[in-house]
């Protein structure tokens, strides 16, 4: 069996679909997004193609090393999601060709069902208390929100207690077995974070994501290690590289690689199995499009760390049989390969409209952390 062509499909609103073909008529699918970055995506995978041509598509593990380690420059997001989406599509062909899911190939599932989070939001206490109380009464047992807007390095009692407030609104609204999920994305200094994660620790946010940003590790320890939160950190950090140090100082208790940048299901499965030998739980980050959610289901049915998986798309607008959250879990795929089929027909009347990653700024002009 050998690698034909490799076609690339933006996906609104920022997903970027691979589609790998053979000459035996079997076709992997996988997703090598990165969020406002899809023309990037597309030139990435397509300069990849040029060393995939006519290769065997079940060497995974080789194309992998020969993807990161033979390029020369490795690592970081545009190449990571480049062959994250590509290896992806080469598990899929795997076990298709098996007739196999995905997650029999790497040892077999060790749970029955995958429990998800959904997000939630709002920017008053009442729109969260609302929010947080919808996703209870649809059978939800956990949902993540952002509680902070853009903050100075170090910021006022106003700002703090704003986000107890926030906090306490989600909190408020469901009972103590919900889990309430809050992510920063990056937005605080360390000084600011702990301040803010001491102000909410007697609300006990299930863990806080992304407290600070995730390119100091030493800074991001001592973050964790000056508070009584579990923390957690991942989707902006590559391959089993970047996770080395973050486990290494003990900066998390739990590790968020996005099978779409961290290097696909290949390396986000023994990303899972560094963090275990650290008893670090696995939480993979999917805010994207239905081929993230396919191959993070299939990484979580066979990681024993596992701990929830953040829900992303459905796959409504793009799968022949979108997944279903029943009672806040989904049911493990069974289908050969990724365990999904691409709806060929609604991909092509897809309107692609470039997503620009909004920007923040401070009250005095300046640029202000994501
Ligand atoms: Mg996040």
């Avoid at 062509?5 to 679909?17: A, G, K, L, W, Y």
């Avoid at 690592?75 to 076990?95: C, E, K, M, R, Y």
């Avoid at 000084?191 to 390119?215: G, H, K, T, Y």
């Avoid at 390396?267 to 999917?286: D, G």
Wanted: proline fraction near 6%; include cysteine.
């Amino acid at each position: 069996m050998r690698i034909t062509q490799i076609v690339v499909f933006p996906v609104p609103p920022r997903s970027v679909f691979v589609r790998v073909e053979t000459d035996e008529g079997i076709n992997g699918w996988g997703e090598a997004s990165l969020e406002g970055h899809a023309a990037t995506m597309v030139t990435a995978v397509q300069e990849l193609s040029r060393y995939l041509s006519g290769k065997d598509p079940l060497e995974i593990e080789r194309h992998w090393q020969a993807m990161y380690r033979g390029d020369f420059y490795r690592g970081g997001p545009v190449l990571s999601s480049a062959i994250s989406g590509i290896d992806q599509a080469l598990w899929d062909i795997s076990g298709k060709v098996a007739g196999l899911p995905v997650h029999q190939l790497l040892g077999g599932r060790c749970r029955d069902r995958i429990k998800v989070y959904c997000g939630a939001g709002g920017n008053s206490p009442s729109e969260i208390k609302d929010s947080f109380r919808q996703a209870y009464e649809k059978g939800y047992r956990a949902a993540k929100f952002c509680p902070v807007d853009a903050t100075e390095m170090l910021d006022g009692l106003d700002v703090i207690r704003g986000v107890y407030r926030r906090v306490h609104a989600a909190r408020e609204a469901v009972p103590d077995d919900f889990d309430v999920l809050l992510d920063f994305h990056g937005r605080l200094a360390p000084a600011m974070a702990i301040s803010v994660i001491d102000a909410i620790a007697e609300l006990r946010p299930f863990f806080v994501e992304e407290p600070i940003l995730p390119e100091n590790v030493p800074a991001l320890a001592h973050v964790a290690h000056s508070v009584k939160v579990p923390i957690a950190t991942g989707e902006r950090r590559y391959t089993k590289f970047d996770f080395r140090e973050i486990l290494e100082k003990q900066a998390v208790a739990v590790v968020q690689p996005d099978c779409c940048h961290a290097g696909g299901i290949t390396e986000v499965k023994k990303i899972a199995a560094m963090a275990e030998a650290w008893y670090v739980a696995l939480a993979p980050h999917n805010p994207l499009e239905a081929l993230s959610t396919a191959a993070c289901l299939q990484i979580d049915a066979c990681c024993p760390n596992f701990l929830i998986q953040e829900q992303g798309s459905l796959g409504d607008n793009v799968l022949t049989e979108p997944f279903v959250v029943r009672d806040g879990y989904i049911d493990i795929p069974t289908a050969p390969g990724m365990g999904v089929t691409v709806d060929e027909e609604k991909l092509a009347s897809m309107k692609w409209e470039d997503w620009v990653t909004p920007r923040l700024w401070h009250e005095d002009g300046s640029v202000a952390d994501w």
